[in-house]
């Protein structure tokens, strides 16, 4: 499997998860549409299966690479949070939103290499990405239920139940990122001798942290406002944006960051 091929699994995960986006908008029962969403999945889970057979690594060391998993998990979230909840425009976001990153992929794909550093060997480092890019995944969710909401206010029936939908998702995704910074803290432990060094991305990864924790407590407060809680979701969201693509074009990142070793 090369990335020659991506297009051809990218057309048909797209195609499946816009039919299950529009069923989910013209019926009230949730097998078709979670099903039509799933099957996307898989395909797209099987391109990067065959990815990884290929490179003989799994595929998380490039930007496009790491696109390539945010792409697959942002469907994901919103499968999950339209069974969960049922909110049926959620489907469309997350699909929308995928596609960009699909979209970047075909036209302006990263060059990728079969040899990981020495650093990025370690068994740690899988499981770090991939449940910081599930974390985005669902923050990046989020964040299109804030702008929704800022949008759309006035005309929101049920406020109470959207809000209760918002502070749930934070709860998962600020624990899955807490998750990814513990899991990153011991392989750079094991792989530099030391657990945080206030490298430039693990100190966005520190405000992207506090950005969410701050929404978290925001919300505890009795007369908190639903706007402001938005509003503080989308800074923390930017500040999250510079923490994964961001740090690679920080002038204090240049050649002294470990995080920068995306290909060119």
């Known amino acids: 499997m090369s990335w020659d091929s991506f297009i051809y699994f990218a057309i048909a995960a797209i195609i499946l998860w816009s039919a299950g986006a529009l069923t989910a908008f013209k019926g009230e029962k949730k097998t078709i549409p979670s099903l039509l969403t799933a099957l996307g999945l898989a395909v797209f889970f099987v391109f990067i299966l065959g990815l990884w057979v290929s490179l003989e690594r799994p595929p998380l060391r490039t930007m496009g690479e790491t696109r390539l998993w945010y792409s697959l998990f942002l469907p994901l979230a919103g499968l999950l ?48 990405v991939i449940i910081y890019m599930f974390s985005y995944a669902i923050l990046g969710a989020v964040t299109l239920i804030a702008i929704y909401y800022l949008v759309r206010e006035s005309k929101i029936s049920n406020k109470g139940r959207l809000m209760a939908m918002t502070d749930n998702l934070v709860y998962v995704g600020t624990a899955l990122i807490t ?77 002294r960051s470990v995080h920068t070793y995306t290909m060119e």
């Open 81 to 128: 949070t339209y069974r969960r909840w049922g909110y049926r425009w959620i489907l469309s976001f997350t699909t929308l939103l995928s596609v960009v990153f699909i979209i970047v992929n075909i036209t302006k794909p990263d060059i990728h290499n079969k040899v990981l550093m020495p650093a990025l060997q370690s068994p740690w480092f899988a499981p770090h």
């Open 179 to 255: 998750m990814g910074m513990l899991m990153g803290a011991i392989w750079a432990k094991a792989a530099w001798g030391h657990y945080w060094s206030w490298d430039p991305k693990e100190t966005w990864a520190a405000a992207t942290w506090l950005g969410y924790l701050l929404y978290i407590h925001y919300r505890l407060r009795r007369k908190a406002s639903n706007k402001t809680s938005m509003y503080i979701l989308i800074i923390a969201f930017l500040m999250l944006q510079i923490c994964w693509v961001g740090v690679n074009y920080l002038p204090s990142a240049q050649g």
